[in-house]
């Protein structure tokens, strides 16, 4: 008999954020920094990438840039 209480496996996962002030990070796509701009409202795609179950980096998309790459982790979540 398989056992009831199986243990949750985290997966990576997507979810989908305006980019903020200061933002310093690059997008794992076309490596160039996601960037904030006062006027226009883009959003990020923020990847908690798990390995094994385990928690390893976080990648950060422009969103167009995570649709082009395929969506690696999923459809992102808000
Ligand atoms: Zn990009």
Redesign the pocket.
Known sequence: MAKAATKTKWKSRAVTRLIEAGSMTE?A??E?RVKFKARERHKQVICNVYIDGRWDHVEH??EP?YKEAGRPFGKPVD
Do not use: M, Q
Request: proline share 0%.
């Open positions: 997008c796509h076309c160039e998309y422009h840039c």
